[in-house]
Nanobody
Framework: QVQLLESGGGLVQAGGSLRLSCAAS????????MGWYRQPPGKLRELVAS???????NYADSGKGRFTISRDNAKNTVYLQMNSLKPEDTAVYYC??????????????WGQGTLVTVSS
């Protein structure tokens, strides 16, 4: 059973910082792209940032200059450093990864989500 476990969410004041972590566990042969998505209250889920196995990154315009995605392949973990947080960053943040499981091939897996609340 493979899973992604997120941590690091919480309540922070506007202008503050949070660091989200997401660790993949289980029988994983390799990990391709990893990413963070978010779903604000009453809105659709949207991409925040993604990172390839070669460390190429992509950011949504909303997070450029404030958010940094990184990964530690030895720990099967992806991070999202969020600085200068704004109330509009309030959302449930989800981790996503393409995991190579051997015979099944690549499988897209989602974490359970972690709530980030930014107060004004």
């Amino acid at each position: 059973q493979v899973q992604l476990l997120e941590s690091g969410g919480g309540l922070v004041q506007a202008g503050g910082s949070l660091r989200l972590s997401c660790a993949a566990s289980g029988s994983i042969f390799a990990i391709d792209a990893m990413g963070w998505y978010r779903q604000p209250p009453g809105k659709l889920r949207e991409l925040v940032a993604s990172i390839t196995s070669g460390d190429s990154t992509n950011y949504a315009d909303s997070g450029k200059g404030r958010f940094t995605i990184s990964r530690d392949n030895a720990k099967n973990t992806v991070y999202l450093q969020m600085n200068s947080l704004k109330p509009e960053d309030t959302a449930v943040y989800y981790c996503n990864a393409d995991l190579y499981l051997g015979t099944p091939g690549y499988v897209e897996v989602w974490g359970q989500g972690t709530l980030v609340t930014v107060s004004s």
